[in-house]
């Protein structure tokens, strides 16, 4: 098994992907913007559900106490 230092060497290496061209600058730029907007995407969901919500009128909290009342 080859160690996780050198899988990014080899994919690096040329001739390593028989018959793939060269990406294209243009290609490169998309993935790195749809990457960037995915990433914005789940940072907005997280702060968004992680948001402390407004106590309501009808949200009281109960506790349960043996012994008392």
Known sequence: MTPPGHILLLL???GS???CGPLSPLLLVGLVAADAI?????VGVV????RPRRP???DKIYINV???G
């Open 38 to 42: 995915m990433s914005l995407i789940i």
């Open 47 to 50: 702060l968004v559900c992680a």
């Open 12 to 14: 690096l290496l040329p």
């Open 66 to 68: 043996p012994g008392r």
């Open 56 to 58: 309501q009128e009808n």
């Open 17 to 19: 992907c028989s018959g």
